[in-house]
């Protein structure tokens, strides 16, 4: 397998526990910056009012994520994260 994938930082932003929106970083330093400066950006009822979280996640190419299900198959990994939830999706609809 392909040691060197792209990967990203994804900063989801919550408004009153509902999600707002969802940013995509190129580097889990810019996603942390970016926090850092909206969290500076808050007053008391924004502080209340705002929550954030933080995942680090693989950026696919069609051959990488047909290598990482034939991999899957094949019993040489097992499926984490996205991947092994549209697998769960699937195998409920076959």
């Not at 889990?28 to 009012?49: H, P, S």
């Amino acid at each position: 397998m392909e040691e060197n994938r792209k990967t990203v930082a994804e900063l989801t932003i919550y408004y009153k526990k509902q999600r707002l929106t969802s940013l995509i970083f190129d580097s889990q330093q810019t996603a942390d910056r970016c926090f850092e400066t909206l969290n500076m950006l808050f007053n008391k009822k924004g502080e209340k009012e705002f929550s954030f979280s933080g995942e680090i996640k693989k950026v696919y190419s069609g051959s990488s994520l047909i290598e990482e299900l034939k991999n899957w198959e094949d019993g040489k990994i097992e499926p984490k994260g996205t991947l092994l939830e549209m697998i769960k999706i699937l195998d409920r609809l076959n």
